[in-house]
C-alpha cells in the first residue's frame, strides 16, 4: 500500500476547500504570519498558511502538498515507495522460490498413491 500511495499522491498539490481551514483571529496588532512564526518553524512546518500578511480571518490548511499527509502515515520519504514495491516483489518471487523447491524435495515414493 506504501508504494501505491507514495507513487499517485506524492507531488499533489493540496487545495483545502472553505470547510477544511482552520480560521482564526491572531492578537491585535499582529499579522497571521507574526503570530504563527514558531508554529510554522517547528510542528507546523508542513501546514500552509493561506494569508500570511491578514491581521484577522487567518486561513491554516493542514497540508501543502500529498507528501505531507503521507508524512503522518509514516511514509517520509520518496524513496520508501521503491523500497515498499521491493519487498512486494521479493515476497512474491520468494513464496514461488520456495513452493518450486519444496516440489522438488518431493520424492516420486511420496508421490505414489496408495
Known sequence: MGALLVFADWEWDVNCSESEFAMFDPPSGQTC?????????????????????????????????????????????????????AICV?????????????MKLRTKASKKAE
Open 33 to 85: 504570519s507574526d503570530y504563527l512564526q514558531a508554529w510554522m518553524a517547528g510542528p507546523g512546518s508542513r501546514t500552509n498558511l493561506v494569508n500570511p500578511d491578514a491581521t484577522s480571518d487567518c486561513r491554516v490548511c493542514q497540508y501543502t502538498k500529498g507528501s505531507d499527509y503521507l508524512y503522518t502515515v509514516n511514509l517520509n520519504d520518496y524513496y520508501y515507495g521503491w523500497r515498499n514495491a
Open 90 to 102: 521479493i515476497f512474491a518471487l520468494s513464496s514461488y522460490a520456495l513452493v518450486y523447491g519444496l
